[in-house]
T-cell receptor, first 118, second 114 residues
Framework: GAVVSQHPSRVICKSGTSVKIECRSLDFQATTMFWYRQFPKKSLMLMATSNEGSKATYEQGVEKDKFLINHASLTLSTLTVTSAHPEDSSFYIC??????????????FGPGTRLTVL | DQQVKQNSPSLSVQEGRISILNCDYTNSMFDYFLWYKKYPAEGPTFLISISSIKDKNEDGRFTVFLNKSAKHLSLHIVPSQPGDSAVYFCAASVSTDSWGKLQFGAGTQVVVTP
């Protein structure tokens, strides 16, 4: 299957700083990318849907000003956690889809990024 | 409000035996269900899916059963192999909603012992 990478895999930052996480589709063009957050022993919670060239659509309860998403190209979406606080510590994972209407097994997931805010 | 639930956080099964993973959902609008498998340090990978118009879908050693009236689905792996040791996520979606939006369960850690 297609490969999706995330960078960094782990990041530790101080409270109040901003952290950027990159999600790249390595061998295909992704018109749509999704960002998820996973708490320990909890399910993956969808945060937002990111479409190339347009504003992200955020799920209810997700602060768009805190979690900035930019899908600047067909192979790259970024999630910036602004003014991070310890409660933002989590596992963030992205997925990428080749085109609208693709079958679900054409949604490929990245390996995730572990964010720890001190 | 978690709409997809996997109530068994872990499952241990002997190699060659059947693994049965369960998943319950609360949203009656869900009409497409998927199972993903995840190894450590890797993203989830698609395993098998089922549409609500079916009650069974089979792919090799993997079979998914859907009971709409009970809002329950299960994944059967037979025979279980050591390489099946992973976390399995159940996911569901409303196909008339934004395509690709999935609601996940918390996952079940499967350990296949020799």
């Amino acid at each position: 299957g297609a490969v999706v990478s995330q960078h960094p895999s782990r990041v530790i930052c101080k409270s109040g700083t901003s952290v950027k996480i990159e999600c790249r589709s390595l061998d295909f063009q992704a018109t749509t990318m999704f960002w998820y957050r996973q708490f320990p022993k909890k399910s993956l919670m969808l945060m937002a849907t990111s479409n190339e060239g347009s504003k992200a659509t955020y799920e209810q309860g997700v602060e768009k000003d805190k979690f900035l998403i930019n899908h600047a190209s067909l192979t790259l979406s970024t999630l910036t956690v602004t003014s991070a606080h310890p409660e933002d510590s989590s596992f963030y994972i992205c997925s990428a889809m080749t085109s609208p209407g693709s079958s679900y097994n054409e949604q490929f997931f990245g390996p995730g990024t572990r964010l720890t805010v001190l | 409000d978690q709409q997809v639930k996997q109530n068994s956080p872990s499952l241990s099964v002997q190699e060659g035996r059947i693994s049965i993973l369960n998943c319950d959902y609360t949203n009656s609008m869900f009409d497409y269900f998927l199972w993903y498998k995840k190894y450590p340090a890797e993203g989830p990978t698609f395993l098998i899916s089922i549409s609500s118009i079916k009650d069974k879908n089979e792919d090799g050693r993997f079979t998914v059963f859907l009971n709409k009236s009970a809002k329950h689905l299960s994944l059967h792996i037979v025979p279980s192999q050591p390489g099946d040791s992973a976390v399995y996520f159940c996911a569901a979606s409303v196909s008339t909603d934004s395509w690709g939006k999935l609601q996940f369960g918390a996952g079940t850690q499967v350990v296949v012992t020799p």
